[in-house]
C-alpha cells in the first residue's frame, strides 16, 4: 500500500514549456486533490476530483488542467509554464463520507525560469 | 471566496511552553480539519471537527471547535521538539462539496 505517489520529485522547466505532474493513489479513494503551496500563503486549491470522469476548478486553476479517467490517476498539466508557477505541488486524496482526512503525497518542487 | 484566518503565523516556545493557533472564518463551517507538516514534509491529517462546541484530545493535543463553528483551536501542552512543523487547519463549507479551504498555516519552533 504506498498511498499517494507523486512523480517528478523536482523539475525545473523554461518559461512556456508544458509538462505534466502524476498522481496516482492506490487506496481506491474517489476524492482527489492538487495543492500548490507557497510560503506565506498555505495550500491553495487547483483543481479537484470526486470520481472518475469528474473535476472541477479550485481557487487558483489558470495555466492549469487535470483530467481522471481513472479512480487511481489524476495528472496535472501545466499548459504553458511560468515563472508565478514556481511552488510545491502536492496531490491529496480521501475517501468520502464524513471524518476522512486528506492523504498527502511527498509533493513535487517545481521551478520555472 | 471563503477564507480562513489562521493565527499566530510564527510561535517561537521554550521546549516544555505550551502553544495555541487559532483558525477563524466569517461564515459558518461544516467541519474542520487539523493537519501538520514537518519541516520538507507534507501534510498529515490529524483530527476532524464537525459539531458544535467539540473537544478532541490527542495525547497532549487539544482540538476546540467554536459554539457557533465559525473557529477552532489547537493547544499542544508542554511541547516538544517533535512537535515542530506547521500546523494547518482546513475547513469545509456548507454546500462546499469537496473544497477545502486551508488557513495559512502557524509554523511552531521549539527551543530546547
Known amino acids: 500500500n504506498a498511498g499517494v505517489t507523486q512523480t517528478p520529485k523536482f523539475q525545473v522547466l523554461k518559461t512556456g514549456q508544458s509538462m505534466t505532474l502524476q498522481c496516482a493513489q492506490d487506496?481506491?479513494?474517489?476524492?482527489m486533490s492538487w495543492y500548490r503551496q507557497d510560503p506565506g500563503m498555505g495550500l491553495r486549491l487547483i483543481h479537484y476530483?470526486?470520481?472518475?470522469?469528474?473535476?472541477d476548478q479550485g481557487e487558483v486553476p489558470n495555466g492549469y488542467n487535470v483530467s481522471r479517467s481513472t479512480t487511481e490517476d489524476f495528472p496535472l498539466r501545466l499548459l504553458s509554464a511560468a515563472p508565478s508557477q514556481t511552488s510545491v505541488y502536492f496531490c491529496?486524496?480521501?475517501?468520502?463520507?464524513?471524518?476522512?482526512?486528506?492523504?498527502f503525497g511527498s509533493g513535487t518542487r517545481l521551478t520555472v525560469v | 471566496g471563503q477564507q480562513v484566518m489562521q493565527i499566530p503565523q510564527y510561535q517561537h516556545v521554550q521546549e516544555g511552553e505550551d502553544f495555541t493557533t487559532y483558525c477563524n472564518s466569517s461564515?459558518?463551517?461544516?467541519?474542520i480539519q487539523w493537519y501538520k507538516q514537518r519541516p520538507g514534509g507534507h501534510p498529515v491529517f490529524l483530527i476532524q471537527?464537525?459539531?458544535?462546541?467539540e473537544v478532541k484530545k490527542q495525547k497532549r493535543l487539544t482540538f476546540q471547535f467554536g459554539e457557533a463553528k465559525k473557529n477552532s483551536s489547537l493547544h499542544i501542552t508542554a511541547t516538544q521538539t517533535t512537535d515542530v512543523g506547521t500546523y494547518f487547519c482546513?475547513?469545509?463549507?456548507?454546500?462546499?462539496?469537496?473544497?477545502?479551504?486551508f488557513g495559512t498555516g502557524t509554523k511552531l519552533q521549539v527551543i530546547p
Open positions: 491529496a486524496s480521501r475517501a468520502p463520507g464524513q471524518g476522512y482526512g486528506y492523504t
Open positions: 487506496m481506491n479513494h474517489e476524492y
Open positions: 476530483s470526486v470520481g472518475a470522469g469528474i473535476t
Open positions: 461564515t459558518t463551517l461544516s467541519n
Open positions: 471537527l464537525v459539531k458544535s462546541g
Open positions: 482546513a475547513a469545509r463549507y456548507s454546500g462546499g462539496y469537496q473544497k477545502v479551504t
